[in-house]
Nanobody, 129 residues
Framework: QVQLVDSGGGSVQAGGSLRLSCAAS????????MAWFRQAPGKEREGVAA????????YYAGSVKGRFAISEDRAEKTVYLQMDSLKPEDTATYYC??????????????????????WGQGTQVTVSS
């Protein structure tokens, strides 16, 4: 059974940092694109970052580029999201997901929820001003 367990959320002040973790199990880790999405109250779930396990291009939403970094530990089958220079507008529930990413001209295209079929339970990130 494919399972994702995400963790690491919390409450920080603006300008602070958090690192989210997503532990994968139950499938061949490198079979799927791994991603982070987030959903704020009253808003749609949006893609934040993605990577192909084992190396290759990454994807970042424009709103987080330069502040967030997605990485992996293949031995531990864990994906991380390092979040620096956090802003109040980053406040949301963050979800890890496994699914399909698309690459065009060597770059990952924006990720979409409909192509991801396995989700973590979510971890809350709250950034105060």
């Amino acid at each position: 059974q494919v399972q994702l367990v995400d963790s690491g959320g919390g409450s920080v002040q603006a300008g602070g940092s958090l690192r989210l973790s997503c532990a994968a199990s139950g499938y061949t880790y490198q079979s799927y694109c791994m991603a982070w999405f987030r959903q704020a109250p009253g808003k749609e779930r949006e893609g934040v970052a993605a990577l192909f396990p084992g190396g290759g291009p990454t994807y970042y939403a424009g709103s987080v580029k330069g502040r967030f970094a997605i990485s992996e530990d293949r031995a531990e089958k864990t994906v991380y999201l390092q979040m620096d220079s956090l802003k109040p507008e980053d406040t949301a529930t963050y979800y890890c997901a496994a699914g399909v990413c698309t690459m065009v001209a060597g770059a990952l295209t924006p990720i979409q929820t409909k192509y991801f079929n396995t989700w973590g339970q979510g971890t809350q990130v709250t950034v105060s001003s």
